[in-house]
């Protein structure tokens, strides 16, 4: 098949029933993998790893901490595609999907957040400190909120649909906008601060103090959370579109009956 | 457009209620606030940059829900959409009406109200130019909120629940400039930063705002 | 069976429940609704091939 097919034969997913037999299909595949892969790394991560030399036994919560930032942020980016998918091609799976995958992404982002706060409490002595990557973190939980308040607000699908999109366009340049913002107001506040550098342990720095030990099995919990990522909004992107369905023959019958 | 910026001044003087209710939040904000972490002068002046940035925010989000929705009921907003002026130019004038009538007071009453809150003196120019610059982008980014939400028949919380998060960047450079200001340090990175920010969301956004008033009115 | 967790191991264990338990209760929450809205759907159309 050539590329230009296969791209055709990719939009054929937005027609709802074929969506929901293919779904369907793989979804068990993506369930196991993704518990199989979650369980294992959990479980190597907890019982097989040494303790840190440094920040002794809290260095196991890097295997849920870690894969769930990276779930919160790609899934507003998974969120920002959709978005624009349904803006340009008006598929309504697209749109559905996104939905679909908000509150996904709002759980990702309170586990990070509790995490992040549960392991920052022995290690900065707090459970919270205004560090650039917290607080860009809770005003990504907000855009979430927001997100999700206005999907349920509107009444009419389409118009949520359009609504949301815009929203999540806009919101998109206006989280990176304060991603750099809090840089540089925390940076403005704490000329380099120990308990800030210590916020380097956390996240993308991490990888390279980590030695393998840790990589291995971090890197299983974080293909874990993406195959489980993909399977939930799978099966949530599936409910909304039978809701949608119920919606449409509802009305149906209201104005034939 | 001048007659429409004309009439929803005019309206905004008239209706009485709008014009002055932000600048009486804004007043009943900053009284409280010294009633609340105590009146200790000090303290007060190392947070009254920051109090009176926020003030302002508040009141102008307050004054958000009436920026479309009287022109929603009464229907004038579908006469808008149909006239030859560009949806795009009816939301930017609405941004400026609410700006003259919310943002303006606002930034003139700021130095009144930093008195009370004992605001060192290099802070009062760098709070009014930083509320200059900083509140167009508010009336700006909320007349999007107010599009996005003028369909609703409560809308009122969900416009905060959408605009603040928007509203983070434009507070941060702004409390920052009034902030660094006031303790006579220098404030030209975060000037330039929040005077970009409003630039850009007055050059960007009422093309998004256009849109979804457009998808609210179908 | 589980490991000396040294002084941390309160907060280990801690962080380890509440993000299963997170997960736990989006993905059972994610199925239920799942289920409730399938026979909602089987039921309407059932009803709208009874009636035509």
């Known amino acids: ?257 | 457009m001048i007659a429409l910026l004309l009439r929803d001044l005019k309206l905004a003087f008239r209706a009485g209620g709008g014009f002055g209710l932000g600048l009486a939040f804004f007043l009943i904000v900053t009284v409280l606030v010294p009633f609340s972490v105590g009146p200790q002068s000090s303290l007060l002046s190392t947070i009254a940059p920051g109090i009176l940035w926020l003030g302002a925010l508040l009141a102008c989000l307050l004054s958000l829900d009436r920026l479309l929705a009287l022109d929603w009921e009464d229907g004038s907003l579908d006469l808008l959409a149909t006239a030859p002026l560009p949806l795009e130019s009816v939301v930017t004038i609405k941004a400026l009406a609410h700006w003259l009538t919310t943002g303006l007071p606002l930034v003139l009453a700021a130095p009144f109200l930093g008195v009370l809150l004992n605001l060192p003196v290099p802070g009062y120019f760098w709070l009014v130019i930083s509320l200059l610059i900083g509140t167009p982008a508010m009336s700006v980014i909320g007349t999007f909120g107010a599009a996005l939400t003028v369909g609703l028949k409560r809308g009122g919380l969900l416009l905060s629940l959408l605009v603040l998060p928007l509203y983070v960047p434009t507070l941060i450079f702004g409390a920052e400039v009034a902030r660094l200001g006031a303790t006579g340090m220098e404030t030209q990175t975060p000037l330039l930063m929040l005077a970009g920010i409003t630039a850009a969301t007055i050059a960007l956004l009422p093309f998004a705002s256009a849109a979804v008033l457009r998808i609210n009115l179908r | 069976m589980i490991p000396d967790l040294g002084k941390y191991a309160d907060t280990v264990m801690w962080s380890y429940i509440v993000s299963i338990g997170l997960l736990v209760v989006l993905v059972a929450f994610s199925v239920m609704r799942g289920r409730k809205v399938r026979a909602e759907l089987e039921k309407v159309e059932d009803r709208m091939t009874r009636h035509g």
Request: hydrophobic share 55%.
């Open chain 1, 1 to 257: 098949m050539s590329i230009a097919a296969k791209a055709n034969a990719l939009w054929e997913y937005a027609n709802p029933r074929k969506f929901l037999a293919t779904s369907e299909r793989v979804m068990p595949f993506f369930w196991i993998t993704s518990i199989a892969c979650i369980v294992i790394g959990l479980v190597w991560g907890f019982f097989f790893t040494p303790d840190d030399y440094k920040q002794g036994s809290t260095v196991k919560i890097i295997y849920l901490h870690v894969p769930a930032a990276l779930m919160a942020i790609n899934c507003w980016l998974m969120m920002l595609a959709t978005s624009l998918v349904w803006l340009v091609r008006r598929h309504h799976v697209s749109a559905l999907a996104a939905r679909a995958a908000a509150p996904v992404g709002i759980v990702m982002t309170l586990i990070a957040l509790a995490t992040g706060a549960i392991w920052g409490q022995p290690m900065w002595g707090t459970w919270w400190a205004w560090d650039p990557r917290l607080t860009s973190f809770l005003i990504l939980f907000l855009f979430y909120l927001g997100y999700v308040a206005l999907w349920e607000a509107i009444e009419d699908p389409d118009t949520a649909a359009d609504l949301t999109s815009v929203l999540c366009l806009v919101g998109s340049v206006f989280a990176i906008l304060s991603r750099y913002a809090v840089n540089f107001w925390n940076q403005g506040l704490h000329q380099g601060a120990s308990v800030m550098r210590a916020a380097a342990i956390t996240g993308t720095d991490t990888e390279e103090k980590v030695s393998n030990i840790y990589f291995y099995p971090l890197l299983l919990c974080i293909i874990g959370f993406v195959l489980l990522f993909i399977a939930l909004v799978l099966y949530r992107t599936g409910t909304e579109i039978r809701a949608r369905r119920i919606k449409a023959l509802l009305a149906r019958e209201r104005v034939n009956g």
